[in-house]
């Protein structure tokens, strides 16, 4: 069994979020893809007018339906308080239906996974870095990154050369090119539901 870590706050979830995550599993084979939703981010708050856990968790399971190997998991929800990913590998692996894990990242996260992460040591003991590389020049910037991390925890990481849908929750949120971005389920939801409405320009 290998299985996917998708984390994030998902507010709202969209077509960047789900395609990063299905061209990850293609590429490294895995089995299933948990969609992790964040309930306290440790360095951010949340935005103003968003949506509450349940919404976020009920846009998330629209957003995957019809897709076997995507799933929900509510781990960080249920824990409660400031969701830190040592928590969540810690939980996931005591579990033992997950069998190898892989944590899906970014750029930004791995240059700063030494720096400004809890625990970095024992989250490359506990899973392997899923690296979202896009292009050349990100490519040779992580690869240095990659071998540093090797070094300095036994990291085990890798990139994943993706086409990438370059879209942020905070475009959505403002109003922009919303059909392009959702899947329509999501999009009736949002309506239906009123959300971000303070925000939006064209809801």
């Keep these: 069994m290998r299985t996917g870590i998708l984390g994030g706050t998902f507010n709202p979830p969209h077509y960047g979020h789900f395609h990063a995550a299905k061209q990850v599993k293609e590429a490294l084979n895995l089995d299933k893809v948990l969609f992790v939703p ?39 929800i249920e824990r409660g308080g400031a969701s830190y990913t040592i928590d969540t590998l810690r939980q996931l692996n005591d579990k033992k239906i ?45 690869k240095e990154k990659a071998e540093c991390l090797k070094n300095k925890y036994g990291a085990k990481i890798c990139l994943v050369d993706t086409d990438i849908v370059e879209i942020s929750s905070t475009q959505i949120r403002n109003g922009e090119k919303l059909s392009e971005m959702l899947p329509k389920a999501v999009l009736n939801y949002i309506r239906k539901n009123r959300l971000y409405m303070d925000l939006a320009n064209e809801f």
């Design 38 to 76: 964040t309930n306290l981010p440790p360095h951010k708050k949340m935005p103003k007018g968003s949506a509450n856990t349940h919404q976020r968790c009920e846009m998330i399971n629209l957003m995957l339906e019809g897709y076997e190997w995507a799933e929900l998991s509510t781990v960080e």
């Design 98 to 142: 997950y069998g190898e894990l892989f944590f899906m990242m970014g750029t930004d996260m791995l240059m700063t996974l030494d720096t400004g992460w809890r625990e970095p040591e024992e989250i490359c003991k506990l899973c392997t870095l899923a690296v979202v590389a896009r292009g050349l020049d990100q490519q040779t910037i992580l």
